[in-house]
């Protein structure tokens, strides 16, 4: 061992009190010498107001007799633990000082061959906090301070130990709020997080003490319902959640309409582990969505093997997607003065991984379920423009093709931006091209969606209203919007002409398009009777399988190539 240097010894005399006096003031620790029954013999250190009493009430006094009662006996407990073992005992407590609560750390430890401990005290409550702050962020959310997914699963993990215990049941219910995401997308990411508050108060308010809320994370919520006495009482509470949730909301001067959907799993009965009671409760909860959303399931053995067709589903039609594995035909339009057509809908096909046919209204609904309806837009939008070029270099005259645009790429998304993309890279012009709004979308649709539809007018690209006369609040879109076209619900094309009351509202479209100065297209035509009902209103286009079914596009090049008609002009 090395020697410490003869200048830098401290002089036994009188240099190791001044040593041990600095040393005290300089650290920021108190210093008690304690007998083993707990009598504080010695005091030192400069920080004189963390004391919870000055020296003189203390000193030559037991613990007991000065300090709370509940912090004593702590004391005691670690001074006996410190002798017992003659090793270091550390304890936490909290004491009132001057109109606080701060928290301090004791490190008690024995001194050898005598029967004395020395205690060394510190101020901890910064670390203290900051424990507390670092134990929230891993156990709660930061947003709504509910238990998050980590809280969740030590919470359901201990209800189902006592529910097994016990022999009671519990709930499991998943909650999505139904179309968050329009909020979002419209609104932005700060009015969608006060909605997320909100909302949280809301279902926290319709819940016993005793019930678990957890945010899974966006817009999902967990509730765990202990005790459950019968599978109505579950029933009960989904209830109250969704009449909460429906309530408006008002957020930035805007009233928001919202409503949930609801799946629960039950312990025993359905599984007893909290993975499974999960995942059962979120099968149950898309069932309600499929369902029409704002509604509860309670989930039954049935729904995994659905659950599991429906994801495969989704992935395949993600890889299509990705693959560009997907096709389009062509619907023509129809000038009944020639017979000719003189534009054509897009229509997306997909033929499944089985060589299964997907019927458009199932695999539509896939992409706005999984959050891939923006992307079958773009794929549409880029497969018309890739094949109108095609057409074009082979000097066919196509005319104007339609393609449909979804809500979710009128409420957000950079639809504009991509359609100016497409337009520049396949070297159209903008008149070629024109999408189609169905007039449900329009009346649904968020602020910013009126911005979008003027970018698109802005690129010259025509817009046309699709089944058009089912909500007539549609027509403040074409006050305000130069829309070019207007197609009416196929809906009205049945029994006419036959049904009176379908011909008057039929009439009164095509008045209301004409006098807007819109292109007026009805659709759904299958008969002949419907054909020359709609022809003898003059001036009007024409859609339907009594003229054509959609075309592939080897079958629209050899329509175009020898300019057939589809219908006699009588």
């Known amino acids: 061992m090395s020697r410490v240097p003869p200048s830098e010894e401290l002089p036994e005399q009188h240099g190791q009190a001044e040593f041990l006096a600095a040393l005290f003031e300089a650290m920021p620790d108190l210093y008690f010498m304690i007998d083993r029954d707990g009598t504080i013999r010695d005091f030192r250190g400069s920080q004189s107001a963390e004391l919870y009493v000055p020296p003189e009430h203390f000193l030559g006094r037991r613990m007991g007799e000065v300090l709370p009662a509940d912090v004593a006996a702590r004391f005691t407990a670690a001074v006996a633990r410190a002798t017992a073992s003659g090793e270091l005992v550390t304890l936490e407590y909290q004491l009132p000082i001057r109109q606080s609560t701060p928290w301090y750390e004791a490190r008690i430890v024995p001194i050898r ?11 901890i409550t910064e670390l203290h906090d900051a424990r507390l702050r670092l134990e929230a962020v891993a156990h709660y959310d930061s947003l709504t301070g509910l238990a998050n997914r980590s809280m969740l699963d030590n919470l359901l993990e201990r209800s189902i130990r006592t529910a097994r215990r016990n022999r009671k049941r519990l709930a499991i219910m998943f909650i999505d709020l139904d179309r968050f995401k329009d909020v979002n997308d419209s609104l932005g990411h700060a009015a969608g997080d006060e909605l997320l508050k909100q909302a949280a108060r809301r279902l926290q308010t319709a819940l016993r003490d005793s019930d678990i809320l957890a945010r899974m994370g966006g817009d999902e919520f967990v509730v765990v319902l202990d005790d459950l006495e019968n599978t109505d009482d579950a029933s009960a509470v989904a209830c109250k959640l969704m009449d909460g949730i429906c309530s408006p909301f008002h957020i930035q001067d805007t009233e928001i309409l919202l409503s949930c959907s609801i799946g629960i799993s039950i312990y025993p009965d359905d599984a007893d582990t909290s993975s499974q009671l999960l995942g059962f409760a979120d099968t149950a909860m ?32 993600r890889e299509a997607l990705d693959n560009d594995a997907l096709t389009q035909v062509y619907h023509p339009q129809v000038d009944f003065v020639t017979g000719r057509p003189v534009g054509y809908e897009a229509l997306a096909r997909w033929t499944s991984p089985d060589s299964t046919s997907v019927p458009p209204s199932r695999f539509v609904s896939l992409a706005e379920q999984a959050g891939l309806a923006r992307r079958l837009d773009v794929w549409s939008l880029r497969a018309a423009c890739k094949q109108l070029r095609h057409w074009l270099d082979q000097g066919l005259a196509p005319g104007q093709v339609s393609i449909n645009l979804s809500i979710h790429s009128l409420n957000g998304g ?8 497409a337009l520049a890279e396949y070297r159209l012009q903008a008149c070629m091209l024109q999408v189609e709004i169905k007039e449900i979308a329009l009346l649904s649709s968020r602020p910013n969606a009126m911005e979008r539809l003027r970018a698109i007018i802005d690129l010259g690209v025509g817009v046309a209203v699709d089944d058009f006369g089912a909500g007539f609040a549609a027509l403040e879109f074409l006050r305000r919007l130069p829309v070019s076209t207007l197609k009416i619900d196929p809906a009205f094309m049945h029994h006419i002409p036959d049904d009176e009351e379908r011909t008057n509202i039929t009439n009164t479209v095509i008045a209301m398009g004409r006098a807007l100065g819109l292109k007026v297209v009805a659709k759904g035509i299958e008969s002949a009777a419907q054909a020359d009902f709609i022809r003898g209103q003059g ?22 190539g020898g300019e057939t008609a589809l219908a006699a002009t009588t």
């Open 414 to 421: 950079n639809f504009p931006q991509d359609l100016a993309a």
């Open 286 to 317: 898309y069932r309600a969505k499929q369902g029409g959303r704002n509604d509860w399931r309670f989930y039954t053995a049935d729904m995994t093997e659905a659950a599991m067709e429906h994801m495969a589903m989704v992935d395949a039609l």
């Open 539 to 560: 001036d009007i286009f024409g859609q339907g399988f009594y003229f054509s079914q959609p075309l592939s596009a080897d079958q629209l090049g050899t329509l175009l």
């Open 113 to 123: 061959d005598q029967r004395q401990l020395v205690c060394l005290v510190r101020n």
